[in-house]
């Protein structure tokens, strides 16, 4: 893990030998820090920037390999136009220059900032793109490793660097939430086995996280027989866990975020073709998501009552497997008739999202979920799907997704759609055909959420990716904490708006 400081950005702070990165803005005058170093190199910088014809445009860099001045490289990252200056050309800006600086284990970063909350969010952005999984390279030498160990960041003014300081905590729960995702949806379907998942769950009470975790056994006895049924293939057990933090009035109801947690996904007896099976071990990644969301809120101390609610099992094939055809009472008491047990991800989540309501009757429900194929072929790997029965939750969700970059695109939900998933023998079958393959399941989710707002994120398309972005290293992308964390921080915690 990248560690963090900030000091104010002065020469004398830096010590030889070392590299430094700068994060300049366009059209603005050059920061201090540039200037001195422009003149202690004897303008080396200058003549660097112009024979690159480099003009500072958003998070392109130049790399100047011994400028002098007893630097070992200076990297010049462009801000884009300061007028459009916001936290996410920050963050990527900063996720470019750790990219950038990465040969040497000690990193300095000057932003060109006008306050401390920039600054930090450039920080945020070095410490979200240094993120790598490592556990299970064992034999990798040194030098192939990314070594940049610390990155000191040099703030301008000193009060900008102890605002810079003081905004740093809350945003360091945000990174170590994702981490934390990412960590969770990187680990294969061997490791992380529904029971392995609640462990590391319940390791979180440290935060001041409470942790509850459900058996079969207790499950049973809810009656959560659709997320039971999935269950039944495999030799792992399931599990549910709770997780509940009390930042808010004590009386106040909760929000609440629910996670589907299929740890592996072979598509149960209507089984999946081998060709990119493996991918299925992300299958976990909206409960990743609830996990790495609830730490970060814990983390900040966020002034909200909040639930994580992660239904956790393993969808696999044996003699003791769903079958299709199989019907099924869910936890609402709604009859299932399972024609393909594929469309496992909505079973389990009807049993979490009818107990959550139930359980905590919370101020909103939000779920994510890897749920459909379908959601990619209509949005690819740029936005998530957004399904919603409530236009200001809605709203609120897609602001956050613009203020984080994590995108939604809203999707149409109706009774047409809803008859679609209608059971000649039970009260409804879990899927609907292919036609809007995404909304029908989405509708069906809707049956059993009540009459409250209630959010389906179907994060299918953007849990991982195959492909470097900043603040993004490919891989798990932990889509969701920083969008969900936003929502809560904008709407929710004691003293923000909801309605404005
Ligand atoms: N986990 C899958 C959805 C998925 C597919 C996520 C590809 C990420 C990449 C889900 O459980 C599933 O299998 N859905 C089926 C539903 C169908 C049987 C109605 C699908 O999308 O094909
Ligand atoms: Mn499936
Ligand atoms: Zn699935």
């Given at each position: 893990m990248l560690e963090i400081t900030f000091a104010e950005g002065r020469l004398e702070v830096v010590p030889e030998g070392a590299s430094v990165a700068l994060l300049v803005a366009e059209e603005a005058a050059r920061p201090a820090l540039f200037?001195?170093?422009?003149?202690?190199?004897?303008?080396?910088?200058?003549?660097?920037?112009?024979?690159?014809?480099?003009?500072?445009?958003?998070?392109?860099?130049?790399v100047l390999l011994g400028p002098g001045a007893g630097l070992s490289r200076v990297v010049l990252v462009g801000l884009g136009k300061r007028a459009d200056l916001d936290m996410r050309a920050l963050e990527a800006a900063g996720s470019a220059a750790a990219g950038a600086l990465g040969r040497a284990p000690a990193g300095f970063l000057a932003v060109d900032a006008l306050t401390g909350e920039q600054a930090a969010h450039a920080a945020l952005g070095a410490r979200l793109g240094a993120y790598r999984f490592d556990r299970y390279r064992?034999?990798?030498?040194?030098?192939?490793?990314?070594?940049?160990?610390?990155?000191?960041?040099?703030?301008?003014?000193?009060?900008?660097?102890?605002?810079?300081?003081?905004a740093w905590p809350a945003l360091e729960a945000v990174a170590h939430g994702v981490a934390l995702t990412r960590d969770l949806v990187s680990e294969p379907a061997n490791v992380l086995s529904p029971p392995v998942f609640a462990e590391r769950i319940a390791a979180l009470a440290y935060l001041g996280l409470e942790i509850e975790t459900l058996g079969p056994a207790e499950m049973q006895r809810l009656g959560f027989g659709a997320l039971l049924g999935v269950a039944m293939g495999s030799d792992k057990e399931p599990r549910t866990v709770i997780m509940r933090w009390n930042g808010g009035a004590a009386d106040a109801a909760p929000v609440a975020f629910i996670?589907?947690?299929?740890?592996?996904?072979?598509?149960?007896?209507?089984?999946?073709?081998?060709?990119?099976m493996e991918d299925m071990k992300w299958d976990m990644a909206g409960a990743g998501t609830v996990v790495g969301l609830m730490a970060a809120l814990a983390g900040r101390q966020a002034r909200v009552n909040a639930i994580g609610v992660v239904g956790l099992v393993e969808n696999m094939l044996s003699g003791g497997a769903q079958r299709p055809g199989d019907v099924v009472t869910s936890h609402s008491g709604q009859t299932i008739e399972?024609?393909?047990?594929?469309?496992?991800?909505?079973?389990?989540?009807?049993?979490m999202l009818s107990y959550t309501l139930e359980r905590y009757k919370p101020r909103f429900m939000v779920d994510l979920a890897t749920l459909t194929g379908a959601i990619i072929v209509g949005l690819g790997h740029e936005h998530a799907g957004l399904f919603s029965n409530d236009e200001a939750l809605a709203q609120q969700l897609l602001e956050a997704g613009l203020a984080t970059g994590e995108a939604l695109w809203r999707m149409p939900m109706g009774d047409g759609y809803d008859k679609l998933i209608r059971s000649d023998i039970a009260d409804m079958k879990n899927i609907g055909g292919r036609p809007g393959g995404s909304i029908t399941a989405a509708q069906f989710l809707k049956r059993f959420v009540g009459p409250g707002p209630w959010a389906h994120l179907d994060i299918a398309g953007m849990a991982w990716s195959s492909k470097d972005a900043p603040g993004v290293p490919k891989g798990a992308t932990a889509f969701g904490v920083r969008l969900l964390d936003r929502l809560v921080a904008a709407r929710y915690e004691d003293g923000a708006s909801e309605s404005g």
């Amino acid at each position: 893990m990248l560690e963090i400081t900030f000091a104010e950005g002065r020469l004398e702070v830096v010590p030889e030998g070392a590299s430094v990165a700068l994060l300049v803005a366009e059209e603005a005058a050059r920061p201090a820090l540039f200037t001195t170093i422009d003149e202690a190199t004897g303008g080396a910088l200058t003549r660097g920037l112009q024979a690159a014809e480099f003009t500072f445009a958003r998070s392109k860099t130049c790399v100047l390999l011994g400028p002098g001045a007893g630097l070992s490289r200076v990297v010049l990252v462009g801000l884009g136009k300061r007028a459009d200056l916001d936290m996410r050309a920050l963050e990527a800006a900063g996720s470019a220059a750790a990219g950038a600086l990465g040969r040497a284990p000690a990193g300095f970063l000057a932003v060109d900032a006008l306050t401390g909350e920039q600054a930090a969010h450039a920080a945020l952005g070095a410490r979200l793109g240094a993120y790598r999984f490592d556990r299970y390279r064992t034999r990798e030498s040194a030098e192939d490793k990314p070594r940049l160990a610390t990155l000191t960041v040099l703030a301008g003014e000193p009060d900008i660097a102890r605002a810079a300081r003081a905004a740093w905590p809350a945003l360091e729960a945000v990174a170590h939430g994702v981490a934390l995702t990412r960590d969770l949806v990187s680990e294969p379907a061997n490791v992380l086995s529904p029971p392995v998942f609640a462990e590391r769950i319940a390791a979180l009470a440290y935060l001041g996280l409470e942790i509850e975790t459900l058996g079969p056994a207790e499950m049973q006895r809810l009656g959560f027989g659709a997320l039971l049924g999935v269950a039944m293939g495999s030799d792992k057990e399931p599990r549910t866990v709770i997780m509940r933090w009390n930042g808010g009035a004590a009386d106040a109801a909760p929000v609440a975020f629910i996670g589907k947690g299929v740890t592996f996904d072979s598509g149960g007896i209507s089984i999946k073709p081998a060709g990119g099976m493996e991918d299925m071990k992300w299958d976990m990644a909206g409960a990743g998501t609830v996990v790495g969301l609830m730490a970060a809120l814990a983390g900040r101390q966020a002034r909200v009552n909040a639930i994580g609610v992660v239904g956790l099992v393993e969808n696999m094939l044996s003699g003791g497997a769903q079958r299709p055809g199989d019907v099924v009472t869910s936890h609402s008491g709604q009859t299932i008739e399972v024609l393909n047990t594929d469309a496992e991800g909505r079973l389990v989540l009807a049993d979490m999202l009818s107990y959550t309501l139930e359980r905590y009757k919370p101020r909103f429900m939000v779920d994510l979920a890897t749920l459909t194929g379908a959601i990619i072929v209509g949005l690819g790997h740029e936005h998530a799907g957004l399904f919603s029965n409530d236009e200001a939750l809605a709203q609120q969700l897609l602001e956050a997704g613009l203020a984080t970059g994590e995108a939604l695109w809203r999707m149409p939900m109706g009774d047409g759609y809803d008859k679609l998933i209608r059971s000649d023998i039970a009260d409804m079958k879990n899927i609907g055909g292919r036609p809007g393959g995404s909304i029908t399941a989405a509708q069906f989710l809707k049956r059993f959420v009540g009459p409250g707002p209630w959010a389906h994120l179907d994060i299918a398309g953007m849990a991982w990716s195959s492909k470097d972005a900043p603040g993004v290293p490919k891989g798990a992308t932990a889509f969701g904490v920083r969008l969900l964390d936003r929502l809560v921080a904008a709407r929710y915690e004691d003293g923000a708006s909801e309605s404005g």
